[in-house]
C-alpha cells in the first residue's frame, strides 16, 4: 500500500474518531438536559399537586366554619374569589416558560394563601368550632397540605438550580442556546409567604 494511501486512511480515520467522540459528547450533554428539564416537570406536578390538595380543602373548610360565624361574610366571599382566581389559571409544563404567567400563578397562591390564614384567624374567636371534630380534622389537614407544599417547593427550586447551572456553564451553555434549553424560574414567595397559615389553637 502506498504511503499516500496510508496517511489519507489514516487521517480520515482519525477524523471518524473525532466525530464519533464528538457526537456522543454532544449526545450525552444534550440527554442531560433533557433528563434536568423533565425533573423540573415532574418536581412542579408535585406543587401543583399540594396546591390542588389545599384548594380541594377548602370548600370544606369554610363551610364547617360559616356554621359558626355567619356574620364573616367578607372573609367567606375573599376565600372564595381567591380560589376561583387560582382556578382560572391554566397551568400546564408550558407555564414554566412564561415569566408572566408564572408570577400571575405565585400571586394567585399567595393570596389564596393569605385569605385562608385570616379565615382561620376567624376560626379562633369560636370556642365551638375549635372543638368541632370537622374542624380539627380539616386543620390537621390544611397543616399537612401547607407542610408538603413547602416542602414540595423546595424541591423545585433545588432541581430548577441544578438545570439551570447546567444551562449557564460552559460548554453545556453553548448546546443549551442552540437546543432551545433557557434558565426556569425559581419558585419566590411574597415576604413571610414562606410560612404556613396558622392553624394552631391555644
Do not use: C
Amino acid at each position: 500500500m502506498k504511503k499516500g494511501t496510508i496517511i489519507l486512511l489514516s487521517v480520515l480515520g482519525g477524523i471518524v474518531i473525532i466525530g464519533l467522540m464528538l457526537f456522543g459528547w454532544i449526545t450525552g450533554m444534550y440527554n442531560s438536559l433533557v433528563k434536568s428539564d423533565e425533573g423540573i416537570n415532574q418536581a412542579w406536578a408535585q406543587v401543583q399537586n399540594q396546591y390542588q390538595r389545599r384548594v380541594d380543602l377548602i370548600p370544606n373548610l369554610v363551610e364547617v366554619v360559616k356554621g359558626y360565624a355567619a356574620h364573616e361574610k367578607e372573609v367567606f366571599e375573599k376565600v372564595a374569589e381567591a380560589r376561583a382566581s387560582v382556578g382560572k389559571i391554566q397551568v400546564t409544563p408550558e407555564i414554566l416558560n412564561n415569566p408572566q404567567l408564572f408570577q400571575k400563578f405565585q400571586e394567585a397562591q399567595n393570596a389564596m394563601g393569605s385569605w385562608l390564614s385570616r379565615l382561620l384567624a376567624v376560626a379562633e374567636n369560636y370556642p365551638q368550632l375549635k372543638a368541632n371534630e370537622n374542624f380539627l380534622q380539616l386543620q390537621s389537614q390544611l397543616e399537612g397540605t401547607e407542610n408538603r407544599i413547602a416542602v414540595e417547593r423546595m424541591k423545585f427550586n433545588q432541581v430548577v438550580q441544578e438545570y439551570n447551572v447546567k444551562v449557564r456553564t460552559f460548554p453545556t451553555s453553548m448546546l443549551a442556546g442552540m437546543f432551545g434549553f433557557s434558565q426556569k424560574q425559581y419558585f419566590q414567595s411574597e415576604p413571610g409567604a414562606d410560612k404556613a397559615p396558622k392553624v394552631s389553637f391555644k
